[in-house]
């Protein structure tokens, strides 16, 4: 079977900045491509081994219309949330809530000194269920399958599939595919990808080629939408580390205020009216 690689339409660098109560992070998808990336929202990395970079985490806040991904690759956070949930997301687990039509979570760091590293993906919700009930789940890393590829690399599944392993977390609508990959040699690996989906690759560490670009650390590459293309090719040596995304455009307006995203501005105020009222 032919394999022909998507190429990287634009590099983006990864933006510092500061959110929560005031936790450093680097933004790395923002506004700007919303519509680009479509159903993806928004990507932060947060990585320090200085606690006063993380400590105050992020205090209870609202989300209305979007899901939230949340991937620990060291430290652990405790989330609690108005809908009764809590739970702590250490090492290698993923947080997946689905906010729906509404509620207050807070994220506390777990500890007081060491590396905290992980990301926030935000994925859309179709306008259907922007107003379904919040949920949430907890995937311990144990229950992530990781597997060596034939090339001897190492793939985490958190989202989709790869050949017959599937991951544990999928979605109807957005379809999403989230891949950890840990290359182990120089063997160029490609990554299957639906032609119907966005798709980016953010390179944690190293400087891997994509498609024959090298990338280097805290960029992400935007991938083209290529109708000939049936994947993407990634090379590097032994240590790089890469985060591949993909998933299915949902093609509706996409208006956001804040922690809230809706297809319309009456959605919006309508969001904000019930937040301030107390309705989450």
């Known amino acids: 079977m032919s394999q022909v690689s998507r190429k990287t339409e634009s590099i983006v660098q990864g933006q510092p900045t500061r959110d929560g109560a005031g936790v450093n992070l680097v933004r790395v998808l923002t506004h700007q491509w919303q519509r680009r990336l479509d159903p993806f929202l928004m990507l932060d990395e947060f990585r320090s081994d200085d606690p006063n970079d993380y400590i105050a985490g992020f205090p209870e806040h609202p989300h209305r219309g979007f899901e939230t ?3 620990m690759l060291a430290g652990q956070m405790r989330h609690k ?3 009764g949930h809590e739970g702590v997301v250490g090492p290698g687990d993923v947080q997946w809530m689905t906010a729906g039509r509404g509620i207050l979570h807070s994220e506390t760091p777990e500890q007081v000194e060491g590396l905290m590293h992980g990301f926030q993906l935000w994925i859309n919700l179709p306008e259907k269920n922007k107003m379904a009930a919040p949920y ?3 995937v311990p890393a144990k229950e992530i399958p990781v597997i ?3 090339q001897g690399h190492q793939l985490k ?3 989709g599939k790869w050949e017959n392993t599937i991951g544990p977390l999928q979605r109807p609508d957005t379809d999403p595919i989230y891949l950890d990959l840990t290359l182990k040699n120089e063997t160029p690996i490609f990554i299957p990808l639906p032609k119907t989906h966005n798709a980016f690759i953010y390179t944690v560490t190293g400087t891997p080629e994509i498609a024959g670009q090298p990338i280097t650390a805290r ?3 935007i991938l083209k939408n290529d109708p000939d293309a049936d994947g993407v090719e990634i090379k590097g040596i032994a240590g790089d580390h890469l985060l591949v995304l993909a998933g299915q455009p949902l093609q509706e307006p996409i208006v956001q205020w804040g922690p809230f995203v809706m297809t319309t501005r009456e959605d919006i105020e309508q969001a904000i ?3 301030q009222e ?3």
């Open 69 to 71: 991904v949340t991937y």
């Open 136 to 138: 949430y789940s907890e």
């Open 278 to 280: 107390g309705r989450f």
């Open 157 to 159: 599944i958190i989202a």
């Open 273 to 275: 009216t019930d937040y």
């Open 148 to 150: 060596t590829t034939e």
């Open 81 to 83: 949330d108005n809908a």
């Open 219 to 221: 960029r992400m590459a």
